[in-house]
């Protein structure tokens, strides 16, 4: 790293990192363009994971950039309560023109954990609108990431994220559908465990599904090293929900915008839920943006009552900002113009066949894929679980490539522009690396 960034790297508290090891030997990107980073050394970095699975069209994209500029210059800010400016409301009837069929009511948020928040708040208030008000238990999955917030976590079925903060409404979660000794190294979704969809029959069952508001499921889970729900599963969750009146969530923060080679997954695995959070690729991550999107029967269910009374108390200062509305929408541009919400679908065969030719390589455990995803597990070295992927993560750093890990899971989830040779160079990396570490 160059010298001038070494004096200054005591103050910033970074999130989800060990932020002594990072300022020992830090990783810092200065600039980006396309498929590609700059480090402060001046390396180019293979951007292997569209920064966070949020940068779907690629770095720097000039078209956002001027949107973001010029709405700078028009209008900073407009406050978001009882006042409005027409941003939000274009925005907002541009994106339903590509949401699973009914989602057509937005709420905006600032991230993908205030998404899920509003969410879980949207329906325990339509439940209590139509006098169901003790419908009021939420059931996850084990090993779902939903974000941070109070709401995300108590959902959210990863140990860690709880561990230190507890978990503060009431929640259940079916198991994870992650099965080595039936769906190890599947291909696309595997074909082993659809039943495990009835295990929220028992959960129902345990608690009376009158006492449960909704379920909330990633459609593949993501941060948990790319998680593909066995075939027919997503189906078989709806038909459960819908029998007992639950509200089914859709949380689409990494699915959605293009990611599995259709709009959101709703499209993708033709089931369609009751809402859906995104954020990330809403604004190819150039301001930050979520969103919930809403079946109109349940914005017009909460909207009932007295014409001047606010039907629902929530809301941020930043919902439906100007500069995010102005960088969503040319990222919507883009993504329509260069055909991105089908390129997974393009190029997903070689992604999928060049992630399986690591297979062979003695540290792999499992490999999983989807559309542009894909996780590449690596057996724990001993008991020290994600030393391996920390390590996969470093020397796939050094030698030009960015991926994600989660513990010992590589997440790889390029920008959607990507091109066959960066995947040749991405997965040839990976293997040097996997073949390199101990
Ligand atoms: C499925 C899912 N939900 C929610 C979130 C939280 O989004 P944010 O980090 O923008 O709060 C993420 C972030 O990775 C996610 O993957």
């Known amino acids: 790293m160059s010298g001038e960034y070494e004096s200054s790297l005591s103050h910033y508290w970074m999130p989800f990192t060990a932020n002594r090891q990072f300022k020992a030997a830090p990783r810092l990107l200065v600039s980006a363009q396309g498929m590609y980073y700059k480090d402060a050394a001046g390396n180019d970095i293979l951007d292997a994971t569209s920064g966070l699975w949020c940068v779907n069209a690629g770095h720097c994209r000039k078209e956002i950039a001027q949107a973001i500029a010029q709405e700078a210059a028009r209008l900073d800010y407009a406050p978001s309560f009882q006042i409005s400016h027409p941003g939000p409301f274009e925005f907002a009837s541009e994106l339903v023109k590509h949401t699973p069929h009914g989602l057509d009511r937005v709420f905006f948020t600032n991230s993908g954990s205030e998404a899920v928040d509003t969410a879980l708040k949207i ?7 139509r006098g169901e008000g003790h419908r009021t238990r939420f059931i996850g999955e084990e090993k779902a990431y939903h974000g941070v917030g109070f709401g995300g976590i108590s959902v959210g079925g990863i140990g860690k994220n709880r561990s230190q903060f507890g978990a503060w409404i009431p929640a259940d979660h079916l198991p994870t559908t992650l099965n080595y000794e039936h769906n190890a190294f599947s291909r696309g979704e595997p074909g082993w465990g659809a039943h495990l969809a009835d295990n929220l029959e028992s959960i129902l069952a345990l608690h009376d599904p009158s006492t449960i508001a909704g379920v909330i499921v990633e459609p593949v889970n993501g941060s948990a090293g790319v998680i593909v729900h066995p075939k027919g599963y997503l189906r078989r969750l709806r038909e459960i929900c819908d029998r007992h009146g639950l509200l089914l969530i859709f949380d689409e923060v990494i699915t959605g915008f293009g990611r599995l080679g259709a709009p959101f997954a709703g499209q993708f695995f033709n089931v369609t839920p009751d ?6 690729a809403i604004t190819n991550a150039a301001v930050p943006m979520g969103a919930v999107f809403a079946k109109t029967s349940i914005y017009e269910t909460i909207t009932s009552g007295p014409d001047h009374q606010i039907e629902f108390f929530h809301g941020y200062t930043f ?18 113009r260069e055909g991105l919400f089908h390129r997974a679908a393009e190029i997903g065969e070689y992604f999928e066949d060049a992630v399986h030719s690591l297979r062979d390589i003695s540290i792999v455990r499992d490999i999983r894929n989807l559309g542009l995803m894909a996780g590449i597990e690596l057996h724990p070295r001993g008991d020290e679980v994600g030393r391996r992927g920390y390590d996969a993560l470093v020397g796939c750093f050094e030698r030009g490539v960015l991926i ?4 010992d899971t590589i997440a790889l989830s390029p920008p959607l522009i990507v091109e066959k040779h960066h995947i040749d160079k991405i997965v040839d990396i990976v293997r040097q690396v996997l073949r390199d570490i101990k």
């Open 404 to 407: 994600r890990v989660t513990g």
């Open 275 to 280: 809402l859906m959070t995104c954020a990330k």
């Open 319 to 336: 919902s439906g900002h100007p500069l995010a509305c102005a960088a969503g929408r040319a990222a919507l541009e883009i993504y329509l």
């Open 123 to 129: 329906a325990l208030a339509y439940h209590r609108a």
